[in-house]
């Protein structure tokens, strides 16, 4: 029998050595069970049935590189003699994949991830499905060398999985056809464009004359396109493989919901060179026409930081160019930006779109990515012929967040900063959370934990958060910490920001009272705490220790003092928290 006194650690005192040993089986025995059934409760396999092997392949083009930058059409033409009441497919491509059916966009994805856990999207088409010919098509794109930092890639691919017998027509194969699209380059972005660091998306140059207008709607001619040939790649799903290979991507389920699109237009003209833009072109009420052989500039304002993708509309003007640039706030001659009401005297800095006309009627031009701004800078430089706007707006996206928590008081200034802080929020949220929107879109720990709170407590959706805490869980090292943020082609490690990861399991867990959530997280728990435990020195603080020990700002680079030297205070109190919260 054993004495024990329940502390921070169970003190027993044996009373027999023949009963201590069979206590002490007994105790190891059970505790086996308890590990093996925490095991079993957090095993995925365990959780849900695995699927079959997929009959689509992945398809890509059969000339173009496989790993560089490119954009590609896929289009293929299924005729139904009837309109379907369900028409279920499952899709995904790498980098990116824009899906339409009948000209209509109904799937953007695949949500960003990494290669372990590819996503995919499954999407109902039967809505806008109809009787007779249909086209699906999608547009897929790589980035390549100058993809975002967050952005994990194995080569150029398109796959398309119908979901039953009676659909297999429409799966990913040589039946479909695809286009090379030139007209598309991805010049890089730098430091100096944009006065800062930069690790988002980069710019995009669309050459109209090369560009296969039209190809997404019915009764395009894709006679002279190339039949669509496989792709290497396994279309097995996550874990199925027989022989447990995962060279490839590593089919699974999206969990989160697709982002909201809806349109938006710019509220007015603050600055105009070279032509006076009337209100009723901003409203889309009326076009612009700029002269042949002229430079026009219109500095276009949103009145509050926004993100989308922008869209312009433009007839005629062979041989003109226009070049939209996106800011935040215009920079003054020392670089800063400063209320960002204020104009005068500030120049334009930012990420630049270029668009090159061909001469053709009602040219729809939208970015494949978003853009971030308050301000867009509209430049146009005209040729032989003049060049008609039709129009320029946006369509607004971010992460499907509805706000149903409200803040009263006597003071009406918070009201105001309760709707500034909600509209930023919701920049910072897309398929994962963002440290920043416009500079950074790499989704962190330390941001994410707060941007997390203020989800549950607006909103109630707890998706994204649960998609944060899996993907940090995904992105522990063997030493047992996490990364600092991920999904990341650059790998980073900020030891603290692990102890937060930490904290925002014990978030979720205190908002949702989801317990199996929790404990299939427990594993990850106990690998970084066991790696801050391999760093205490003697006297139980933390010794010198390797990474970026990041805390705050208000330090040189962050790091507080003995975060290297060893014996840091702060991160020591950090480490004493979490451990408290690790223990509930």
């Known amino acids: ?123 109902d088409l039967a809505p806008y499905l109809r009787t007779g010919s249909n086209v699906i098509g999608a547009i897929v794109w790589n980035w390549g060398e100058h993809r975002p930092g967050a952005q994990i890639s194995r080569r150029t691919a398109f796959l398309l999985q119908s ?190 779109d270029r668009f090159l006309f061909d001469g053709g009627d009602k040219r729809h031009f939208q970015t494949l990515w978003l853009r971030t701004w308050r301000y867009v800078q509209l430049d146009v430089e005209t040729a032989d012929q003049p060049l008609r706007l039709d129009d320029i707006s946006a369509v607004f996206t971010a992460y499907p967040f509805i706000q149903k928590a409200a803040f009263a008081s006597d003071q009406p200034w ?22 920043t929107p416009y500079y950074e879109q790499f989704q962190y720990v330390g941001d994410s934990r707060i941007e997390a709170l203020i989800s549950l407590y607006n909103s109630g959706d707890d998706r994204l958060i649960r998609n944060a805490i899996e993907q940090f869980d995904a992105s522990r090292i063997p030493a047992g910490i996490t990364a600092s943020r991920y999904p990341s082609a650059l790998p980073q490690y900020i030891p603290p920001f692990s102890l937060w990861w930490i904290g925002t399991i014990h978030d979720h867990w205190m908002y949702s009272g989801d317990a199996d959530f929790a404990r299939r997280m427990l594993p990850g728990t106990r690998s970084v705490i066991g790696w801050y435990e391999r760093q205490l020195a003697s006297n139980g603080l933390l010794g010198p220790m390797p990474w970026w020990n990041f805390v705050d700002w208000t330090f040189e680079r962050g790091v507080p003092p003995g975060a290297e030297s060893g014996h840091s205070t702060a991160i020591s109190l950090q480490l004493a928290h979490v451990l408290r919260l690790a223990s509930e």
């Not at 009963?19 to 925490?38: E, H, K, M, S």
């Not at 980069?202 to 109209?208: L, S």
């Not at 237009?265 to 600055?271: I, L």
């Not at 918070?414 to 440290?435: K, N, Y």
């Open 1 to 123: 029998m054993l004495s024990c006194t329940a502390y921070p650690i169970v003190h027993c005192q044996p009373r027999t050595r023949a009963r201590t040993r069979r206590a002490v089986a007994f105790v190891a025995f059970r505790v086996f069970f308890l590990i093996l059934a925490t095991v079993l409760a957090a095993s995925p396999a365990m959780a849900q049935p695995l699927e079959k092997p997929w009959t689509a392949q992945w398809i890509r083009h059969p000339d173009a590189p496989q790993e560089g930058a490119g954009v590609f059409h896929f289009r293929k033409t299924l005729d139904l003699a009837a309109k379907p009441q369900r028409f279920v497919v499952r899709v995904s491509a790498d980098n990116r994949y824009r899906l339409f059916v009948n000209g209509r966009s109904v799937s953007f994805g695949p949500a960003r991830d990494d290669l372990m856990h590819w996503r995919y999207e499954t999407v």
């Open 163 to 352: 979901d039953s017998e009676a659909e297999a027509a429409i799966d990913s194969g040589p039946q479909w056809k695809v286009f090379w699209n030139r007209a598309y380059s991805f010049p890089a972005v730098t430091r100096e464009e944009v006065n800062g660091y930069y690790a988002a998306a980069p710019a995009e140059r669309i050459d109209a004359a090369l560009h296969p207008w039209g190809w997404e709607q019915p009764g395009f001619d894709d006679a002279e396109w190339n039949a669509a040939v496989r792709a290497a790649g396994s279309t097995l799903p996550l874990g199925t493989s027989p022989y447990g290979e995962a060279s490839e991507w590593q089919l699974t389920p999206r969990r989160i919901p697709q982002m909201e699109e809806r349109p938006i237009r710019f509220a007015a003209v603050r600055r105009s060179e070279g032509i006076a833009a009337p209100a009723s072109f901003l409203a889309g009420k009326s076009p612009l026409t700029i002269p042949a052989n002229s430079k026009v500039s219109l500095l276009l304002d949103q009145r509050e930081l926004t993100m989308g993708y922008p869209m312009l509309v433009a007839s005629g003007g062979k041989g003109a160019a226009a070049t939209l640039t996106y800011a935040e706030g215009l920079f003054d001659a020392k670089g800063h930006k400063g209320n960002r009401d204020e104009i005068a005297g500030k120049k334009m800095m930012g990420v630049k």
């Open 414 to 435: 918070i009201g105001d900063v309760w709707d500034i802080d909600w509209r930023v929020f919701r920049l910072s949220a897309f398929e994962t959370f963002w440290d």
